[in-house]
């Protein structure tokens, strides 16, 4: 199976931009990028996912390599409420629909 | 919209009892999926139903836990006899069949086995 790389956690204070890394060098051609976020006491929430180009919607931007291998989630102002354990789901990982999770990175942000 | 719906939120049982977890996806949706999530790690997939038919179990350990989708909508989890070691979240999730990766997680049953 694909693996991921994330750093097990970050630090953000409020209202900067955070930058949240991951490696994926054994993606292939076909596979998306997907990122979900787990806030305290809930389940999972997606967040963004991408093929090749960068992507914006509301809540975060992503930023994909040239090759590929690596991309970064941007959550452009953290919040309080940001902080949480965001997961970069493996390529391949989402085959059938179904997500593979790693440990993912933990942010915290300070007010 | 009314999101994915799950019941109890929370469980204590003893060793070698029994329980039984039910969830009610998102209208419409007809993937649905278990995932059981211990303290510290990441969801771990434990079935997955496309209507009422099984996609994939292979991690489901069959010999105590059983899931079942009768009528392709809501879903129950059981597992018996518990052991202290499932003692974790268990998250059922849904997605439409234009699946794009975007799944739908309820909030969870925390399940303490003593």
């Known amino acids: 199976d694909a693996k991921t790389t994330q750093p097990n956690s970050m630090e953000s204070n409020e209202e900067e931009p955070v930058h949240l890394p991951c490696n994926h060098s054994?993606?292939?051609?076909?596979?998306?990028i997907h990122w979900y976020r787990q806030l305290p006491s809930q389940g999972p929430e997606y967040v963004i996912h991408?093929?090749?180009s960068n992507v914006n919607n509301r809540m975060a931007s992503l930023a994909i390599a040239e090759d590929r291998k690596s991309s970064t989630l941007i959550l452009h102002r953290a919040t309080l409420r940001d902080a949480a354990v965001y997961y970069c789901?493996?390529?391949?990982?989402?085959?059938?629909?179904?997500?593979?999770f790693g440990q993912g990175t933990i942010l915290t942000v300070h007010p | 919209e009314a999101g994915v719906a799950q019941s109890p939120r929370y469980k204590i049982i003893e060793k070698r009892q029994s329980v039984a977890f039910w969830c009610n996806p998102i209208?419409?949706?007809?993937?649905l999926y278990w995932y059981q999530q211990i303290l510290g790690q990441g969801p771990k997939l434990l079935i997955q139903?496309?209507?009422?038919?099984?996609?994939?179990d292979s991690q489901l350990p069959k010999d105590r836990f059983s899931a079942e989708r009768l009528k392709g909508v809501d879903s129950t989890l059981k597992i018996q006899p518990a052991k202290l070691e499932d003692s974790a979240v268990y998250l059922c999730?849904?997605?439409?069949?234009?699946?794009?990766?975007?799944?739908?997680f309820g909030e969870g049953s925390r399940l303490t086995v003593l």
């Open positions: 991408g093929l090749t």
């Open positions: 209208s419409g949706h007809a993937t």
């Open positions: 139903f496309q209507n009422n038919g099984v996609v994939d």
């Open positions: 789901i493996p390529p391949g990982g989402t085959s059938y629909g179904k997500l593979t």
């Open positions: 999730a849904s997605s439409s069949t234009e699946n794009t990766g975007e799944l739908f």
């Open positions: 054994t993606i292939s051609g076909t596979d998306y």
